[in-house]
């Protein structure tokens, strides 16, 4: 299974690559709480259905193993009293001040699915029959960060390092020292591997070179690498990729597309010459 994110909270966590919003510490705050409720999960942005089987759990004091393979887990159990009877289907994460994070209308800001070991569910329960005065074990929670939407791929490194931002850890500032690589020929399947065909360019974007994210996803300040402000081609050939590094952490990589139009990166043309400068015109970051 797989979390399904508020659009505010995943604004918040592109705010927090792009370094305009770099260290939320999202899950430490002390107004952020997870319930869990019985039936199955509404959209996020619709009131919550079912019947509230837990108090208000406040997780700025519940621990975590750092992530792994774009996943973090607890690191140890949380036991509640049960609030009624009736069998867990899903959970949502609340920010209770409902105006930094949380989705406008809800306050949620990411919900899962409910259930017991080997069921494929986010939260794991040791039963989901909750009984209203007894005692109810969470065993594992783990919150995962997808390594790929699309023609966006995302390195481990920065997975990790996402959810380790959302669960109160590392703060990612991707922004301040940011690389535009554009190399030749087709993208590799991911984005751990290392670069093939031949680097073609670098260009580097002047800090604060990123919107603030709206609608999942953030756009390169227009101007920022266009005329005048390009960097030289450092071979001649045509880009295929592109792929987005932080400077200050190589092995922190975002995989995208690059073309004219209609890709992830795009450029005044794909045909890049030695030497010769060479506009970025647009770009976005989403997923």
């Known amino acids: 299974m797989a979390l399904t994110y508020g659009g505010t909270f995943r ?20 107004n952020v709480v997870l319930e869990i409720w019985s039936g199955s999960a509404p959209s996020v942005s619709t009131a919550s259905t079912g019947t509230k089987l837990s108090p208000s759990i406040a997780l700025s004091t519940v621990g975590w193993n750092a ?16 609030a009624a009877t009736a069998t867990a289907g899903y959970f949502r994460v609340i920010d209770n001040n409902g105006t930094s994070y949380g989705d406008a209308t ?10 017991v070991s080997s069921s494929g569910a986010d939260l794991i329960m040791s039963s989901t029959s909750v009984v209203s005065g007894n005692t109810a074990t969470i065993s594992n929670f783990s919150i995962k960060q997808a390594l790929s939407n699309g023609s966006i791929k995302l390195s481990d490194t920065l997975a ?46 002047q800090l604060g070179s990123w919107s603030a994210a709206s609608g999942n996803a953030a756009a390169l300040v227009a101007n920022t690498m266009s005329s005048g402000n390009e960097t030289v081609g450092m071979a001649t050939g045509t880009a295929g990729y592109c792929r987005i590094v932080d400077g200050a952490s190589t092995s922190r990589v975002i995989q995208c597309s690059v073309g004219t139009s209609g890709t992830d990166v795009i450029t005044t043309s794909t045909s890049v010459v030695a030497a010769i400068g060479h506009p970025i015109t647009a770009a976005t970051l989403g997923y």
């Not at 792994?68 to 140890?76: T, V």
């Not at 809800?106 to 259930?115: A, D, E, I, R």
């Open 11 to 30: 604004n918040q966590i592109i705010d927090g690559i792009t370094g305009i919003n770099p260290s939320p510490r999202y899950l430490k705050q002390s």
């Open 67 to 82: 992530a792994s393979a774009g996943i973090a887990a607890l690191s140890g159990a949380i036991n509640f009293t049960g």
């Open 106 to 115: 809800t306050k949620v800001l990411f919900q899962g699915t409910v259930g």
């Open 160 to 205: 990790n390092d996402i959810v380790d931002m959302i669960v109160g850890g590392t703060s990612i500032d991707f922004g301040t020292a940011t690389e535009f690589r554009f190399y030749s020929g087709s993208a590799p399947s991911n984005a751990n591997t290392i670069p093939t065909g031949t680097l073609l360019l670098q260009a580097y974007p």
